[in-house]
Structures are given as C-alpha cells and as structure tokens.
C-alpha cells in the first residue's frame, strides 16, 4: 500500500520569503502522479500543482513549483514570494495512474505567512 | 463554484442518529468519491461510484454506506453515529477520459454530540 509522509505538522514564513514544505512517499509502483492541494480556512481542496512521476521536469504554477526526486520519493513544494492567502493547510498526495484511482493523502502542514 | 454540490453544509445530530449526506457531480462526471477528514487530519478515502456501480472500497465503517443514482447524484448514510465520526466528509468527481480531473466539493462538515 503507498504511504504519504509531511514531516512538518506546522510552518510560518514571512510575507514575499520563500518557503519550502517537504513530502515524502512510498510505492512500489514505477508510474504515478503527486499533487499538492491547498486547503484555506473556507475548506475548500484547491488543487496546487501536479507532478507526473514519468516527467522528470520539475512543474511549476506561478510562484508554486516542486522539486521531485524520485529515487528518494520525495515531493517538496517551494512557495516563492509568499502572501498572505497562501496561509492554509496543505497536502500532499499520491495517485496511481489508472482511471478511477483514489488519492492517498498526507497528514498535511499548516503554513502561516506573516505580516 | 467548483461545480460539485454538496448538501448540507452543516450538520449537528446526537450520537445513535443517521444521517445522509448529498453530493451532485460536476456535469458530465461519471465518478464519485467521498472522503472523511477528521480533525486537524488529511482526508481519507472511503468509497467511490462509477455511473452508479460500487467501484472501489477504502476505511468505510460497516455503519457507512453510500449508493449513486441514475442521474448521477451520491448519498452517504451514516448511521449509529458516534462522537468520533464528527469530520468534514468531502465528496468528490472526476470525467470519464481523465485519470487525475478531480474536482472537490466544498464538504459537509458532521458534529455528533
């Protein structure tokens, strides 16, 4: 079964400092997708960014961007010119690549931008 | 709008009750998963619905089941509620010809006293 650990329950940074937020998984499988979703006091899962384990450019979305390892499974999130409403909790997640796969998702990290 | 409707938003009931939750899909989504977000928690699966056959199991109590109707809308009935079953209950959808379109709902969040 794949397992999906975020090391770091809490995080802050200061308002337009980069921060980087650390994932790590476990799989078997040779081919999958990583997310990193984002979900702000209204709770709504707004998904962040998107990582296609057979690509081994790293993706990038704006002031969001990953850096993926896949030998070591490890998935961060650098959040680059931070503001204010990034403040949320964030996932991460692993999905196998076939049609109708359920995501397995980490236990999340609260980032906190300050002002 | 994410175009996945969950009903209700809130939900406040005492321990022993059932309840049903309510998602609607986005248009043309043929797929349907609930998850349970307990606090402070990431969200885990637990049980999803493809043009309303049962396609997949997760960590789905016996006292939970969920069913998908012919126009496509899910309920999830939770019964003999107990305290620790309060928690965000997301349900999400995703289209026939892609392997990652998921779209989420804005979840029901469930209080049990």
């Known amino acids: 079964a794949q397992t999906v650990t975020q090391s770091q329950p809490e995080m802050s940074v200061q308002e337009a400092e980069t921060v980087t937020l650390s994932c790590t998984y476990d799989?078997?499988?040779?081919?999958?997708?990583l997310f990193w979703y984002k979900q702000p006091p209204s709770r709504q899962m707004i998904l962040v960014i998107r990582?296609?384990?057979?690509?081994?450019q790293n993706a990038t979305e704006n002031r969001f961007s990953v850096n993926f390892q896949k030998a070591a499974k490890s998935f961060s999130l650098k959040i680059s010119d931070s503001q204010l409403g990034d403040t949320a909790m964030y996932f991460c997640a692993f999905m196998k690549p076939y049609y109708g796969q359920n995501f397995v998702f980490g236990p999340g990290t609260r980032l906190s931008v300050l002002p | 709008d994410s175009g996945v409707t969950q009903t209700p938003k809130h939900l406040i009931t005492a321990t022993g009750q059932r309840v049903t939750l309510r998602c609607s899909p986005r248009?043309?989504?043929?797929?349907v998963y609930w998850y349970q977000q307990s606090l402070d928690q990431g969200l885990q699966f637990l049980i999803q619905y493809y043009n309303g056959e049962e396609r997949a199991k997760g960590n789905i109590l016996e006292r939970f089941s969920a069913q998908q109707f012919p126009d496509l809308h899910s309920e999830l009935n939770l019964s003999s509620l107990e305290l620790g079953d309060s928690a965000l209950y997301f349900c999400?959808?995703?289209?026939?010809?892609?392997?990652?379109?998921?779209?989420f709902g804005s979840g029901t969040r469930l209080t049990v006293v």
């Open positions: 248009s043309g989504d043929l797929s």
């Open positions: 990582q296609e384990a057979y690509k081994q």
């Open positions: 999400a959808s995703s289209p026939p010809n892609r392997d990652y379109g998921y779209t």
């Open positions: 799989t078997s499988e040779s081919n999958y997708y």
